[in-house]
């Protein structure tokens, strides 16, 4: 079975050495109030910031890095109960630390097996840093969806992850880079960027988040284009190894009493 195969990076002895554990932010859906998702952020477990825990990253440690964050965004979500309500969990994973999907899967469908995690409620979300083999990346998405998990690509707009993925493989999720989003309210270009992307998007089936919002006047733009999914320090910022549950009857009064004030 392809399940049972083995590639090099699971027989790597490599370690990732920094102990690490997740904060949480919610991405909220703002018709509802509901938190649609809890995004896991790797932290260092002393309180070190992604960017430091990061600095540990190498080429010899990717594999057991992607695998401990996998693992540990699952346990600790169950943990939190976020697994129980219905909640999605989204995990960032390295296209580039894996080397057979079906091979490379084996940890995390065995973290949610054992904390009882629907396959369906977990979203992995990807942004291409580097450029990747097109072919492997494929057959990556096209594994995990076969599977049941969701699949999403990250900060688009920003990376190499563009268009022509899009015309190959269209994910669950696309989140808008937060570059785009930041003072939208003031940037005719960006509003106009940002507008047609929402259309392709919604035409090609595929659903859009804005991350990156922390003001009410960019909030005000995309509730105006009818986007439904946002992130951003506006509305919460990542809680460590907690999950953050944001008031939304008393926050959206805030955000609504700050643009007509």
Same mark, same amino acid.
């Given at each position: 079975?392809?399940?049972?195969a083995?590639?090099g ?10 102990p690490?554990?997740?904060?949480? $932010? &919610?991405?909220?859906? !703002? ?6 998702? $809890? ?8 309180? =070190? *910031?992604?960017? =430091? ?5 190498? /080429? ?5 890095? /992607? $695998? +401990?964050?996998?693992? !540990? ?8 109960g976020?697994? @129980?309500?219905?909640?999605?969990? *989204?995990?960032?994973?390295? &296209? ?7 091979? #490379? ?5 065995s973290a ?7 396959? =369906?409620?977990?979203?992995?979300? %990807? ?5 990747l /083999?097109?072919?492997? +990346? ?6 995990y ?9 990250? /900060? %688009? ?7 022509g993925?899009?015309? *190959?493989? $269209? ?19 960006? @509003? ?15 659903? &859009?988040? #804005?991350?990156?919002?922390? !003001?009410?006047?960019? %909030?005000?733009?995309?509730?105006d %284009?009818g ?7 506006l ?10 549950r &944001?008031?939304?009857? @008393? ?5 609504? *009493?700050?643009l007509?004030?």
């Amino acid at each position: 079975m392809a399940s049972e195969a083995v590639c090099g990076g699971c027989l790597d002895g490599n370690k990732f050495s920094l102990p690490i554990t997740m904060a949480f $932010q &919610p991405i909220i859906d !703002t018709t509802t109030g509901k938190v649609f998702a $809890q995004e896991a952020l790797v932290r260092g477990r002393s309180g =070190e *910031s992604a960017f =430091e825990v990061l600095r540990h990253l190498s /080429d010899e440690n990717r594999y057991a890095f /992607d $695998q +401990l964050c996998r693992v !540990t965004a699952i346990d600790l979500a169950s943990d939190l109960g976020l697994a @129980r309500d219905g909640t999605m969990l *989204s995990i960032n994973f390295l &296209p580039n630390a894996v080397y057979e999907p079906n091979a #490379c899967i084996r940890k995390t469908l065995s973290a949610a097996k054992r904390a009882n995690f629907p396959l =369906e409620s977990i979203i992995f979300e %990807f942004t291409e840093v580097e450029r990747l /083999d097109t072919a492997h +990346l494929l057959n990556i998405l096209t594994t995990y969806r076969s599977m049941g998990f969701k699949t999403a690509i990250d /900060d %688009f707009g920003a990376g190499y992850a563009g268009l022509g993925l899009l015309s *190959s493989f $269209q994910p669950d999720i696309v989140k808008l880079d937060m570059d785009l989003i930041r003072g939208i309210d003031a940037d005719p270009v960006r @509003r106009v960027i940002v507008r047609n992307t929402l259309k392709m998007l919604t035409e090609l089936g595929i659903r &859009p988040i #804005c991350e990156g919002i922390e !003001t009410a006047r960019e %909030f005000e733009v995309l509730r105006d %284009f009818g986007v439904e999914l946002m992130q951003g320090y506006l509305l919460s910022k990542p809680a460590l190894a907690s999950l953050a549950r &944001p008031d939304w009857p @008393r926050l959206h009064g805030e955000i609504l *009493s700050t643009l007509n004030g």
